[in-house]
């Protein structure tokens, strides 16, 4: 259920951007999500069409929602490298313990206007 309450951030932090540029009419939000954010994209989704149909200015407009992937960086050797899975070994050495570097993050990448 929290993914009404990401989507209501997304709108205010949308809002404040419209009120800044003088911007009339959204037309769509670009957003990214780490694979580990727990985030249900298809939930937020919902949530974000059921929010911009409350108004004028947002109406019609759609979250794009790209999933981005985890990243590692091996404290042995240095190599970074990304996985789709929980990675417990350096792809490069062997190296159990890789940091997770990226993954976790949630993104307004960009907003179209009219």
């Known amino acids: 259920m929290h993914e009404m309450s990401i989507a209501r951030s997304i709108i205010d932090i949308v809002e404040k951007e419209m009120a800044e540029h003088s911007a009339k009419h959204l037309k769509a939000v670009n957003i990214s999500v780490g694979k580990m954010a727990a ?8 949530w ?6 409350e108004t004028a200015e947002m109406t019609g407009a759609t979250l794009s929602v790209k999933t981005v992937p985890l990243s590692y960086r091996c404290p042995g050797c240095g190599a970074e490298f990304t996985s789709e899975e929980l990675a417990l070994k350096c792809r ?6 890789p940091s997770l570097t990226g993954g976790t993050e949630l993104t307004v990448e960009s907003i179209e206007v009219d």
Do not use: K
């Open 39 to 46: 985030v249900a994209a298809h939930q937020l989704e919902w």
């Open 48 to 53: 974000f069409n059921i929010m911009v149909s």
């Open 92 to 97: 490069e050495c062997g190296a159990g313990h």
